[in-house]
């Protein structure tokens, strides 16, 4: 995906208020949260609970508008005892996909604080780099490959285009949406990109 792309999905996500920006986030974070389930399983390390728990937070916070510091801390250290160190699992997809998993709550979090578009900005960026992770496993991609010729060959692919399309799309949405609810959630996660994440574990496994 070009730099172009990700700088008009940017501009987009600074166009939203604050919740609306947070529900952004959460909606691209919830959608990764079976990478850090079969890791955990693969591994059988972390807590996918903690990630859950998060996930139930944000989506409490955008729903009151309000939040309490002392519960932001205590999710937040949660997080990061639960977030995988690539170190430990060398040349693992899935420790690299459950650490984005991860990341993209703690960003939701980072925001929650301090309210920085960046934070929401991130998700989107670590968005497309699990599924770029996701296509050079599934599609068996030399690993010779130049930069170059790697960024094409992902920037060309159809699920990299489908996740543009949804992503501006969801952003187009939340826009004049006064509201977010569980409704709202549940359709944009119906109309996301479908990846085999499954199939990727069983041939990392």
Partial sequence: MTQDIQNQINTKIQALSLYHQL?????LAERYLPNYFAFH?????????????????????????????????????LIESATPDLEDFPGNP????????????AECFAFVRDQKPRHI???????FSSLEIYLQVH??????????ALDKQLSDNV?????????????????PE?????KLFIEKTL???????????KMVG
């Fill in 41 to 77: 399983l693969a591994e059988n390390w972390g807590n996918p609970m903690v990630l859950l728990n998060g996930i139930d937070l944000l989506k409490s916070i955008i729903d009151k508008r309000q939040s309490d510091p002392e519960e932001l801390e205590l999710i937040d250290n």
């Fill in 139 to 148: 599609e068996q991609m030399p690993h010779d490959l130049s930069a170059a």
């Fill in 23 to 27: 529900a952004f986030g959460v909606m």
């Fill in 94 to 105: 899935l420790a690299s996909l459950a650490l984005d998993a991860s990341s993209m709550i």
């Fill in 178 to 182: 006064p509201t977010i609810n569980s």
């Fill in 121 to 127: 900005e991130l998700c989107s960026a670590t968005s």
């Fill in 159 to 175: 699920l990299i285009k489908e996740e543009v399309a949804y992503q501006l799309g969801v952003l187009a949405d939340l826009s």
């Fill in 191 to 201: 109309q996301a990109p479908k990846v085999d994440w499954a199939g990727l574990g």
